[in-house]
């Protein structure tokens, strides 16, 4: 149920953008008449009547189709109607996903009745076709590709592996606060000195050949990478899982610094923070379960099937992954532990040390007159100074959800186009918007002076970029 937020000034009431339906078919799965209802893998919410779904599924199909007699190679990927958008996406080949959104409301009061207004262009395509392939992407980390599982235990074996994971994943879909971030999906990268990463890098090192089952690593300080050993693609969707789902979870007050209570360990008397996040919550407790999530990387390639192990010790947290062929006990778990935690928390005390004289010597920080949002299609690097929080339950951004849209607007533009562009725009409410796309990077900023001209914000913007970015934008 969609809570309604109150406007001000008239009686009106607003109703964000909302999940209609999701389902995934296959239109191979049921191809005679009277086995419609045999496509349909998985669809959600289950209570709707079995005939409404067989039609529903059946709509999407005949849209699909119609629109691939105009270009066979680019089915539609979205539907626009008053009340609601449709999202389509065939991540295999013959497997559909599709999300159905109902648009933004307002409910007005006119003559004392209700009167409801859709707002149609509220929503962003790109925004939402991003969400449905992210989707599919975090269900491929934990269980493989559709055609796996066929292969591995047929249809029944996915629909319960489809059951099991969207029933949940799609609670945490909050479509009202999905934005340009859900486009890029990048990685905030947590930035460090030359001696401290070496550090880092030489921890890493020193692990995988002490346990040296690991098979990948990833280092993680603030929410924030610092190392991976992971292909891009892979450490994108696990860094958004790590992110916006496991540390929240696990995000009880513990103090940063080395003010924080230590636990003695009895391996060699050190002292350490360090703690599974996967896995044992106590290594003491005889009753201790040793399993860890699975995840599957590379597959398009190799297809591995890995053991995920996230341990934490303050601040810092690194993921170990292991082949699933190995079976992970007690002694190993213990090992990781007496070894990984008194390392760690060495590690987590110097990176905070280290941070906080690098912004002494930095100065303090003024509020800017600006706000903006980084990303770098190379190594997918993205930095935000607009959202205060995201997770996968809330996004606060300190920015009108107008001037997001706007941005939207703007990144959709560059996605047209291969070359370098800029774009200014002069909001209704007196802010300046700047879309800056070079060289696979892109850079929108929100500027709040409102008798500033057209010369005077482009100024303002190159300065910016030469503080912040060491002048990676060269447009004139």
């Known amino acids: 149920?969609?809570?309604?937020?109150?406007?001000?000034?008239?009686?009106?009431?607003?109703?964000?953008?909302?999940?209609?339906?999701?389902?995934?078919?296959?239109?191979?799965?049921?191809?005679?008449?009277?086995?419609?209802?045999?496509?349909?893998?998985?669809?959600?919410?289950?209570?709707?009547?079995?005939?409404?779904?067989?039609?529903?599924?059946?709509?999407?199909?005949?849209?699909?189709?119609?629109?691939?007699?105009?270009?066979?190679?680019?089915?539609?990927?979205?539907?626009?109607?008053?009340?609601?958008?449709?999202?389509?996406?065939?991540?295999?080949?013959?497997?559909?996903?599709?999300?159905?959104?109902?648009?933004?409301?307002?409910e007005k009061n006119k003559d004392g009745k209700p009167v409801v207004e859709y707002q149609e262009e509220e929503i962003l395509d790109s925004v939402y076709s991003s969400v449905l392939q992210q989707c599919y992407s975090m269900y491929k980390l934990f269980n493989g590709t559709f055609a796996r599982t066929m292969e591995a235990g047929g249809v029944d074996l996915l629909k319960q592996r489809l059951e099991k994971f969207f029933y949940r994943y799609l609670q945490t879909l909050h479509l009202q606060s999905c934005d340009l971030l859900d486009i890029f999906s990048g990685i905030s990268f947590f930035p460090l000195d030359k001696m401290t990463y070496l550090k880092i890098q030489s921890f890493v090192n020193r692990m995988e050949e002490s346990l040296n089952l690991v098979k990948y690593t990833a280092f993680l300080y603030n929410d924030q990478l610092i190392w991976s050993g992971l292909e891009q693609d892979d450490m994108r969707i696990l860094y958004k899982y790590l992110t916006t789902s496991l540390f929240p979870r696990h995000s009880e007050p513990e103090l940063a610094g080395r003010d924080s209570p230590m636990r003695l360990e009895m391996a060699g008397n050190l002292l350490h923070y360090g703690r599974f996040l996967t896995g044992p919550s106590n290594l003491k407790d005889p009753e201790a379960k040793f399993r860890f999530p699975k995840i599957f990387v590379n597959t398009e390639n190799t297809y591995e099937e890995l053991h995920l192990i996230v341990y934490k010790a303050m601040s810092a947290a690194v993921c170990f992954m292991i082949n699933t062929s190995v079976e992970l006990t007690r002694e190993f778990c213990e090992q990781l532990d007496s070894l990984v935690?008194?390392?760690?928390?060495?590690?987590?005390?110097?990176?905070?040390?280290?941070?906080?004289?690098?912004?002494?010597?930095?100065?303090?920080?003024?509020?800017?007159?600006?706000?903006?949002?980084?990303?770098?299609?190379?190594?997918?690097?993205?930095?935000?100074?607009?959202?205060?929080?995201?997770?996968?339950?809330?996004?606060?951004?300190?920015?009108?959800?107008?001037?997001?849209?706007?941005?939207?607007?703007?990144?959709?533009?560059?996605?047209?186009?291969?070359?370098?562009?800029?774009?200014?725009?002069?909001?209704?409410?007196?802010?300046?918007?700047?879309?800056?796309?070079?060289?696979?990077?892109?850079?929108y900023v929100i500027l709040n002076q409102k008798n500033a001209n057209l010369i005077e914000v482009n100024e303002e913007v190159k300065k910016l970029c030469a503080t912040q970015f060491n002048n990676i934008f060269f447009l004139d």
Not at 22 to 35: A, H, I, L, R
Not at 47 to 55: A, D, G
């Open 1 to 106: 149920m969609i809570s309604p937020r109150m406007a001000t000034g008239a009686q009106e009431k607003q109703y964000p953008a909302s999940l209609l339906n999701f389902f995934v078919y296959n239109p191979k799965f049921g191809p005679k008449e009277g086995e419609e209802e045999k496509k349909i893998l998985f669809y959600h919410p289950n209570e709707v009547e079995k005939n409404e779904k067989i039609r529903n599924v059946g709509l999407c199909e005949a849209i699909i189709q119609f629109t691939r007699t105009f270009c066979p190679t680019k089915p539609a990927k979205s539907l626009h109607t008053q009340k609601n958008r449709q999202f389509f996406c065939e991540p295999e080949e013959n497997f559909w996903m599709v999300m159905v959104v109902r648009n933004p409301m307002i």
């Open 341 to 443: 935690g008194p390392q760690l928390t060495l590690l987590a005390s110097d990176i905070c040390e280290q941070y906080s004289i690098n912004r002494r010597i930095s100065g303090p920080e003024k509020e800017p007159q600006f706000k903006f949002i980084y990303f770098n299609h190379m190594n997918l690097a993205e930095k935000s100074t607009i959202h205060m929080r995201k997770t996968a339950s809330v996004s606060l951004t300190s920015v009108h959800p107008e001037l997001m849209k706007i941005l939207g607007d703007i990144n959709s533009d560059f996605s047209r186009v291969d070359d370098d562009e800029e774009i200014i725009v002069k909001a209704m409410t007196d802010y300046w918007i700047v879309g800056k796309k070079s060289d696979q990077r892109e850079l």
